[in-house]
């Protein structure tokens, strides 16, 4: 518990702003490290690629906890959680302020008429909820409806990825790769809630999905 | 491969003569520079012979150039859609260094009166090169500015003299996936495909290119041969053409096969008709500021005055 709260945690912090801390760098153009000829493309994509992916990271956890016993997933999914946000809030805000220049016409149209943005924005809306619920006092407040809320991951997830796939030009490999660690996690969790039951121990004692 | 020397139509006692007014057009501006005429041509194959990077001699033609400055080389390089060598942005920078683009032959087929497969050096050889200031913009609604050094390609074209059956111009990338990385995927249909009408080809404004920055092609932005046509998305701008094909029905160019409902085979610049996944109303101008606002996008990129009439009567928003 002492080692994960002072050690741990500030660790896995410090690294996952990482990709941020880099972006920030490069818009500057500080020691030599540059984004290339289209910053704006290259803030844009890689704030929402890792939005994407520290939303599978989250996904890990309870699978990971599930097969090592070991607590130390559980206690960092909340942060891998904000930190899909935090990268979600940036890709959002640079489509604003950099892509679009603050044309809110242009960006309104955008959500209304092309069906890969409107996906995204839905998935944006849908973390809200659940960022805003993120603290311990939440969780124990809402009690149970806290776990159903927070099933909104699995949907909001699914748009992300679809955002993704449906926004590229031409080249899906990256999004195929997402969705198919996509598919695994969300298989995981279905094969739990649904196994076949040949061996399974009497349902008194099993485990929570 | 058939070389101009053996074919008897391109390389007969009067085409020479083309060739003369050409050495004494160059002797003109050469003479200017205080350079004699051979070395002048010596100097233009030699660079040719190079490949990329190698000086070219040419004359700016003030008449096609744009108030703004251009990118700079290092974002026209490094900042490229070539899948033939990968799909990122700068994979065409760094895959294609080892790309050969000598010796290269370009074969002419199809309704023309003079066929065959040429050599480099003869297709380039009667042709006096001039760099060119041209607006470039992407399907993707980014723009650049791009000095280019090539030749009109309706001087190429009239030599090989189409044929009245000649409505089309269909131009071919090499197909070799030992160099080419991307097209050992199927990320397209290779060879990448493109096509003009004839009168599009035969447009003064659309320029086979083979310089950049008065240098040889960089093998990322399509040496030893590709094209421009400034008022069309820089899709149609194939790279490395190895084969030229005058054809009586529109062809099938790779893009709008790929996928139809967003490209088509006019791809003219039209900012009224979207992309259906993105607008095209506007474009953001690489090199500049991170805040920089987006810019309006020119119908036919600013080229209107021009082209328009080539579309006369024609609905654009059906024929994109």
Redesign the interface.
């Known amino acids: 518990m002492t080692a994960s709260r002072w050690l741990l945690k500030p660790l896995v912090f410090v690294a996952c702003l990482g990709p941020a801390i880099y972006l920030l760098i490069g818009a500057f153009n500080l020691w030599g490290v540059s984004l290339g000829a289209d910053p704006v493309h290259e803030l844009l994509h890689t704030c929402g690629n890792w939005a994407l992916k520290f939303l599978l990271i989250t996904l890990c956890m309870t699978p990971l906890r599930d097969m090592t016993h070991a607590i130390v997933w559980q206690r960092l999914r909340r942060m891998f959680g904000l930190f899909a946000f935090f990268y979600v809030i940036l890709h959002f805000a640079i489509y604003i302020v950099l892509d679009q220049s603050d044309q809110l016409g242009a960006v309104w149209q955008d959500i209304i008429k092309r069906p890969y943005i409107t996906i995204g924005m839905l998935a944006l809306l849908l973390l809200i909820p659940l960022a805003a619920t993120s603290t311990a006092a939440m969780q124990r407040r809402l009690g149970r409806r806290w776990t159903m809320l927070h099933r909104l991951i699995y949907p909001i997830a699914i748009l992300g990825v679809w955002h993704y796939w449906w926004g590229v030009k031409k080249d899906i490999r990256e999004p195929l790769v997402f969705a198919c660690v996509l598919s695994l996690l969300l298989g995981y969790r279905l094969f739990k809630r649904y196994r076949p039951r040949l061996h399974s121990r009497p349902l008194a004692v099993r485990e929570r999905v | 491969m058939r070389k101009f020397a053996q074919y008897s139509p391109l390389c007969n006692p009067s085409d020479i003569t083309p060739e003369h007014k050409f050495l004494s057009r160059r002797a003109l501006i050469a003479g200017g520079m205080g350079f004699a005429a051979a070395q002048v041509l010596g100097f233009h194959r030699r660079a040719l012979a190079q490949g990329a990077g190698g000086a070219l001699m040419f004359t700016r033609n003030a008449k096609y150039t744009v108030a703004e400055a251009p990118?700079s080389f290092?974002?026209i390089s490094?900042?490229n859609n070539y899948?033939e060598f990968g799909?990122g942005?700068?994979d065409p920078s760094e895959n294609a260094q080892q790309f050969h683009t000598r010796p290269w032959s370009v074969t002419v087929e199809g309704e023309s009166e003079i066929k065959g497969t040429f050599t480099l050096e003869d297709i380039l050889k009667p042709h006096p090169l001039e760099e060119r200031i041209y607006r470039m913009r992407c399907v993707?609604a980014?723009s650049m500015i791009v000095p280019w050094v090539g030749f009109p390609l309706s001087d190429l074209l009239k030599r090989f003299k189409p044929t009245s059956k000649a409505k089309f111009v269909q131009f071919t990338t090499l197909l070799d996936p030992k160099q080419m990385p991307g097209e050992r995927g199927s990320?397209?249909n290779w060879p990448y495909s493109e096509g003009l009408r004839i009168d599009e080809a035969m447009h003064p404004l659309t320029l086979m290119t083979v310089g950049l920055y008065g240098k040889v092609l960089p093998n990322q932005n399509g040496a030893p041969l590709r094209l421009i046509v400034p008022w069309k998305y820089g899709f149609k701008g194939i790279k490395a053409i190895n084969r030229i094909k005058f054809i009586e029905r529109m062809p099938e160019t790779t893009w709008a096969e790929?996928?139809p409902s967003e490209y088509g085979f006019y791809a003219n610049v039209n900012p009224a008709v979207?992309h259906?996944?993105?607008?095209q109303?506007?474009e953001?101008h690489?090199?500049g500021s991170?805040?920089?606002?987006?810019r309006p996008t020119l119908p036919f990129n600013g080229y209107d005055k021009e082209v328009a009439s080539l579309y006369t009567g024609m609905n654009l928003q059906k024929f994109f």
């Open positions: 990118n290092k974002d490094t900042y899948y799909t942005k700068s993707e980014w990320v397209l790929s996928a979207d259906p996944r993105w607008s109303a506007t953001r690489i090199g991170l805040f920089d606002q987006r």
